[in-house]
């Protein structure tokens, strides 16, 4: 902000620079030798240049008193029944958003401890299959694979990284509301196997 001791101190440079130039036209008129002209010109230079410098204060000075005048009147078109009003639809609209991030967070955790379990238990599947010589790694239709995939009655069970899957589920949900998120770009970082299990899981969820 600018404030009138800014303006009358820069007053006070306009006029001793004024004085300065005044005094170099005279001893230029005199004397007519080049140093002469060459302080004649550097006194017009600041002359000019503080002569600027007061101007724009000054119109910045007069921008801010205005916007300040400006603000003073929206401040007091804006009754306090109105602010109340305001802060009031603001509280509930915060406190909407925290009761649905807590219950995505609880939500977040149930997928993530799910899934764990899910892997687990084909994965230990596949282990018990194979130690009763039903190996599926050479294509047979029963079976456990090393690795971890159940081949049993036609079905395929394929354990799911759990972290990956609430990746995707957010990638899709973001997508939905505003694809150009940076969220709904994520990419997976799983490899094939994990990628075509998260897609089974999430094409089953998709049709209930």
């Known amino acids: 902000m600018v ?6 101190e820069q007053v006070v440079a306009v006029e001793a620079a004024e004085v300065a130039l005044d005094q170099a036209e005279a001893h230029h008129a005199g004397a007519g030798s080049e140093r002469a002209v060459q302080e004649l010109r550097v006194a017009r230079a600041q002359a000019h240049a ?9 119109t910045r000075f007069a921008a801010e008193q205005a916007a300040s005048r400006a603000r003073a009147a929206a401040e007091e078109a804006f009754p306090a029944k109105e602010r109340k009003a305001v802060a009031k639809r ?3 609209a915060h406190d909407e958003a925290v009761a649905a991030l807590v219950e995505a967070e609880r939500a977040a955790a149930r997928l993530l401890a799910a899934t764990a379990a899910y892997e687990g238990v084909v994965r230990s599947t596949a282990a018990e299959l194979k130690a009763r010589g039903l190996s599926a790694d050479d ?3 029963m079976g456990g694979t090393a ?6 009655d036609g079905e395929k069970w394929a354990p799911a990284d759990p972290g990956s899957l609430l990746v995707a589920v957010t990638r899709s949900a973001v997508t939905a509301q505003n694809p150009r998120h940076p969220a709904a ?4 970082v799983t490899g094939l196997a994990d990628q075509a299990a998260q897609d089974a899981l999430l094409r089953t969820a998709a049709e209930r």
């Open 185 to 188: 770009q994520w990419r997976p």
């Open 139 to 141: 294509g047979q239709d």
């Open 3 to 8: 404030t009138q001791q800014e303006i009358d």
């Open 90 to 92: 603001l509280a509930e």
């Open 50 to 58: 503080a002569r600027d410098r007061l101007r724009h204060l000054r």
């Open 147 to 152: 690795g971890g995939v159940v081949h049993l």
